[in-house]
T-cell receptor
Framework: EAQVTQNPRYLITVTGKKLTVTCSQN?????MSWYRQDPGLGLRQIYY?????VTDKGDVPEGYKVSRKEKRNFPLILESPSPNQTSLYFC?????WGAGGELFFGEGSRLTVL | AQSVTQLGSHVSVSEGALVLLRCNYS??????LFWYVQYPNQGLQLLLK??????LVKGINGFEAEFKKSETSFHLTKPSAHMSDAAEYFC??????????FGTGTRLTIIP
């Protein structure tokens, strides 16, 4: 089954404790991206990757890192989480960005930082 | 600035009634436009998309949307609401950069 898989789905952590949210897609998509969803703000892009080893900042990259060493994986790293990073995170992928290509989303990772 | 606006953060309709969710975009060039649906504890699922082939776009679950350039709108409709339509709906646009720009979402409630 074609899918985007995120782990963990739910996580409660404390300020400053490094964490990684994994994202993997099995559709051989070139483009991958991370969004965060907050009430009243919709979804905002954190980072994106057009292909392996190519990543760039989105609208809200502060406090996050990413890497794209393999085509299928695009982990999101919070080096020192803070309470304002409490949010619902979505990983998404697309075959090749542009010309109306749609995004396929994972099921989300709900992160709480105490 | 390029943006997507959804009017009404909450919309309630009776079962069997018309569903109308509003979306307007701000851009000098018409973007590619999308409607996504999010059910509780799930990711976003594509309902339909406009890519300039036809102004009236039909999607899944009986939804459709009409692109109106003169009104910079892409409103989502369904003739008869069903209880299973209760969810949050997001309008999004690709303005030609490296992301989708999302509206703030509309939560649809269906009244039995």
């Amino acid at each position: 089954e074609a899918q985007v898989t995120q782990n963990p789905r739910y996580l409660i952590t404390v300020t400053g404790k490094k964490l990684t949210v994994t994202c993997s897609q099995n559709m051989n998509h070139e483009y991958m991206s991370w969004y965060r969803q907050d009430p009243g703000l919709g979804l905002r892009q954190i980072y994106y990757s057009m292909n392996v080893e190519v990543t760039d900042k989105g609208d809200v990259p502060e406090g996050y890192k990413v890497s794209r060493k393999e085509k299928r994986n695009f982990p999101l790293i919070l080096e020192s989480p803070s309470p304002n990073q409490t949010s619902l995170y979505f990983c998404a992928s697309s075959l090749k960005w542009g010309a109306g290509g749609e995004l396929f989303f994972g099921e989300g990772s709900r992160l709480t930082v105490l | 600035a390029q943006s997507v606006t959804q009017l009404g953060s909450h919309v309630s309709v009776s079962e069997g009634a018309l569903v109308l969710l509003r979306c307007n975009y701000s851009s000098s060039v018409p973007p590619y436009l999308f409607w996504y649906v999010q059910y509780p504890n799930q990711g976003l699922q594509l309902l339909l998309k406009y890519t300039s082939a036809a102004t009236l776009v039909k999607g899944i679950n009986g939804f459709e949307a009409e692109f109106k350039k003169s009104e910079t709108s892409f409103h989502l409709t369904k003739p008869s609401a069903h209880m299973s339509d209760a969810a949050e709906y997001f309008c999004a646009a690709n303005f030609g950069n490296e992301k989708l720009t999302f509206g703030t979402g509309t939560r649809l409630t269906i009244i039995p």
